[in-house]
């Protein structure tokens, strides 16, 4: 699917909305919603556990820190559009496609939280967890992990808004994908305002709603960090 | 190993080098819309992250703002300025603006924040009016921190802007959808070289920023809260 | 019960050992506190114990079995660990720090309850912080409840690391007090690390003095230590006012008191006249059936026939057999007459002190 929008008149007089058009599309709306939804999920749980993976990896052998920050952070750097492309001749036009590329952008950000709230633990909390007689698996789920989720969470909806905004556009892999980004192709390739905005604003919206929800999540799970006050 | 074959050739062929989709040219678009957007963004972010940052009242919220600009899905914003401003640069500009200003004005914010409290209340003693405050003493030793937020920011804009050929507009990301568009793989590799090679530059252009900007000011002030403040 | 025989440690990279050929023996249900300057090894040697650090060459036994000879997760569960900045669990509740042990241990839910509600109560704890976060409590209170954790399983053995060093010096002395009267009544065997002498001197019942790299300087109950130090290390880290700190240890009832002028107040002013001058003094005190009421100088007696009648001036100070002699000096410093007067509960009259018994005192 071609975007060149060369030469696409700007004087084509069109209410802002056609209302229409939207009654006519709950349909795909919705689907695109939740196709959506499922491919931001999907490459963000992938993330969390391959990151969790190359996390306990680096905590284990510090060495190896450096460069899966740098690895991961070059993949990062590599524009979204590029590697959705240059997938294909691997992958196809597939929503795999999509996926991999996805799931890549959120693996330096997720890495780095996860190792960065274990290491946040404070030591003597950990010496003590040693000392009372905790196993090392008991140190890590009981009481690591649990002080690590407020900064995993903050990565996470860092990856998860980012890959929001990302989803749309695979889009440019073909018409049914893309979830909410094949309104915004539609409406950029016939210079149509309506899907424009419907693709724009329910992203934007879809993205500010999962970082609220994940900030209300982390709040009921850590709920110690809410109570601090010197005393 | 086939594919770095051909993306040698690729740079190697002397027309992929002149005339309108030449590199140079493309370089230039992109660096163009690097430019105006870092621009725009230092203009609002750096005055309004150091402005905030002296003052002692405002707290929370700068860090919703950090947060909601994170928020923010660049394609989406790109799309949506399409409808008021049209297909070209502009509504890339505007999505870029708001992707840096972020970062840099939290930077900003948190680097004028962290400066001894002390050494700003000695200038003020010596009768240092504000603004020479800011500009001799904070600015200074917030630079590293200011640099920081520019640089990230300066990386986030240039893998960005690829998307501005969605719209009609030029820069490296005509290579990834040109060569899309007729399966040349070679040439969107080159594209994507290019940013990344950008993105790379960037990270020196800035690695040597800050070391010119942590050398005199900054370590005089770190060697002098070393002296002044040994633990007991 | 616990016992070190020829533990060293060196850590990797450095030339010198922590700990230099360390033994030494703890008894059952005695305070053993390890004292010295930094660079000593203490908590390296307390460490060996629960095996946080592996000893590079010895063997430490604790009830009879070698310590390497178990699983390191199964001795520590036995063994309770204070440290000085507490180390509890912040995202637990004060209640399910306490717990932790016993449910590691797979105890039922209501013995649980049942033993953090007696240990909260035990270690001062009001009931409704149990809810609490370990962020909302003061300094203080952290540190009691991580005692409440070491004890949670009823270890017999409990290490604590500098516990009371990040209170304030007025919450200290009351940790201190109450770590006594807690080990009065349950008696484990204690391994107590410090760089504070005189909290050294209040808790130990064996106190070991460590020098530089683990070396054992002297070992031996406070008193002996302060009376007859080993050589001039010991002598240096035991500080200027030795003598002092050993009056602190010594109570009023080891010194021989002086019978001191007293009469009845039924007694007739010419008796009591007759006791100053056979006691030599220019004053006496006056009893009633043996409790004290006062004194009166020479002069106060003149022109009266009966005692009943004079207005006695009380005693400042007085002190009681369990107090310690160091007391007994201070309230004498600050009296006029160069004596202070000793009373049993009942403030009956059981003698004086003066400087030379005091001193006298310190011989036992």
């Known amino acids: 699917m071609s975007s060149v929008l060369s030469g696409a008149s700007l004087g084509v007089s069109q209410p802002l909305i056609r209302w229409s058009w939207i009654g006519d599309h709950l349909g795909p709306i919705r689907h695109a ?25 680096a905590i284990r052998f510090r060495i190896t820190y450096q460069p899966i920050n740098a690895v991961t952070g070059i993949m990062y750097a590599i524009p979204s559009l590029a590697l959705f492309i240059l997938l294909t001749p691997i992958t196809g036009l597939t929503e795999l496609t999509a996926e991999i590329a996805l799931v890549s952008y959120t693996l330096q950000i997720l890495f780095r939280s996860i190792v960065a709230g274990i290491d946040e633990v404070p030591a003597s909390v950990r010496e003590s967890a040693r000392a009372m007689g905790l196993t090392r698996s008991q140190q890590l789920w009981r009481v690591e992990l649990p002080l690590a989720l407020p900064v995993i969470v903050s990565g996470l909806r860092i990856a998860t808004v980012t890959t929001v905004g990302l989803v749309p556009i695979s889009g440019i892999l073909g018409s049914d994908q893309g979830g909410l980004g094949t309104f915004m192709f539609d409406g950029l390739a016939r210079f149509f305002y309506t899907p424009l905005l419907v693709g724009g604003v329910l992203t934007v919206v879809l993205a500010v709603a999962l970082d609220v929800t994940l900030v209300r999540l982390q709040r009921v799970l850590t709920p110690w960090v809410r ?3 010197a005393s | 190993m086939n594919g770095v074959h051909h993306l040698f050739v690729w740079f190697n062929d002397p027309a992929n080098w002149h005339g309108v989709n030449g590199v140079p040219r493309r370089v230039l678009e992109h660096l163009t819309l690097w430019a105006w957007s870092m621009a725009i963004a230092c203009a609002i972010a750096v005055p309004g992250g150091l402005l905030l940052g002296r003052s002692r009242r405002t707290g929370t919220v700068t860090v919703n703002v950090a947060n909601i600009g994170r928020a923010i899905p660049s394609f989406a914003v790109i799309v949506l300025s399409v409808i008021w401003l049209g297909l070209g640069n502009a509504p890339v500009v505007v999505a870029l603006v708001l992707l840096a200003v972020p970062p840099i004005f939290t930077f900003a914010f948190t680097g004028v924040r962290q400066v001894d409290a002390a050494t700003v209340e000695s200038a003020r003693g010596m009768g240092m009016t504000e603004a020479r405050i800011l500009r001799s003493v904070q600015v200074p030793l917030a630079l590293p921190l200011i640099l920081n937020g520019l640089r990230l920011s300066s990386a986030a804009v240039i893998a960005t802007a690829p998307l501005a050929a969605l719209v009609g507009s030029g820069g490296l990301g005509r290579y990834v959808i040109d060569g899309f568009a007729v399966r040349d793989f070679a040439e969107v590799s080159a594209g994507v070289t290019l940013v990344v090679t950008l993105v790379v530059c960037n990270e020196l252009l800035f690695a040597g920023l800050v070391r010119a900007a942590s050398r005199g000011p900054a370590r005089r002030s770190r060697a002098r809260s070393r002296d002044g403040r040994r633990k007991t | 019960m616990i016992e070190l025989e020829h533990v060293a440690k060196v850590f990797p990279g450095q030339a010198a050992a922590a700990v230099t050929d360390l033994s030494l023996e703890v008894g059952e249900g005695e305070i053993a506190v390890l004292i010295g300057p930094s660079g000593c090894g203490k908590s390296t040697t307390l460490r060996m114990i629960n095996r946080l650090i592996e000893p590079t060459a010895g063997r430490i036994t604790v009830a009879g079995k070698d310590i390497a000879s178990q699983k390191p997760h199964h001795l520590r569960l036995a063994i309770g660990y204070v440290i000085q900045q507490g180390g509890l669990f912040p995202h637990r509740t004060i209640a399910r720090n306490i717990a932790t042990v016993p449910e590691l241990l797979g105890w039922e839910r209501s013995r649980i309850n049942r033993r953090v509600e007696e240990l909260m109560d035990l270690v001062g704890l009001e009931a409704d912080l149990a809810t609490r976060y370990p962020s ?24 604590m690391d500098e516990p009371f060093g990040a209170v304030d010096p007025i919450v200290r002395l009351r940790l201190q007090e109450e770590l006594l009267s807690l080990q009065r009544r349950l008696h484990k065997t204690i391994v107590f690390v410090t760089h504070d002498i005189d909290e050294a001197i209040r808790l130990a019942d064996c106190m070991a003095v460590l020098n530089v790299g683990g070396v054992l300087e002297q070992t031996g109950p406070p008193v002996d230590v302060l009376a007859r130090p080993s050589g001039p290390f010991v002598l240096e880290f035991l500080g200027a006012d030795r003598g002092l700190k050993r009056l602190a240890l010594i109570p009023v009832s080891a010194a021989e008191l002086q019978p001191g002028p007293t009469v009845e107040i039924s007694d007739s002013t010419a008796a009591a ?7 030599q003094t220019d004053w006496v005190a006056v009893l009633d059936h043996g409790r004290v009421r006062g004194w009166a100088s020479a002069g106060a007696l003149d022109g009266h026939g009966d005692l009943a009648r004079i207005d006695l001036t009380p005693f400042p100070v007085v002190v009681r057999p369990t107090d310690s002699l160091r007391h007994a000096l201070d309230a004498l410093v600050s009296s006029p007459t160069q004596v202070v007067l000793v009373v049993d509960a009942d403030d009956r009259y059981l003698g004086l002190l003066d400087v030379a018994r005091i001193g006298k005192g310190l011989e036992s």
């Open chain 3, 136 to 159: 909302e409590l003061s300094g203080g209170q952290q540190q009691r409840v991580g005692v409440a954790r070491a004890l949670a399983a009823d270890p017999p053995v409990l290490l």
């Open chain 3, 273 to 279: 006249k007759a006791v100053m001058a056979r006691r």
């Open chain 1, 227 to 229: 109570r601090a006050h």
């Open chain 1, 33 to 57: 919603l939740l196709q959506h939804l499922a491919l931001t999920f999907v490459a963000v749980g992938v993330g969390l556990v391959l990151s969790s993976l190359l996390a306990a990896f």
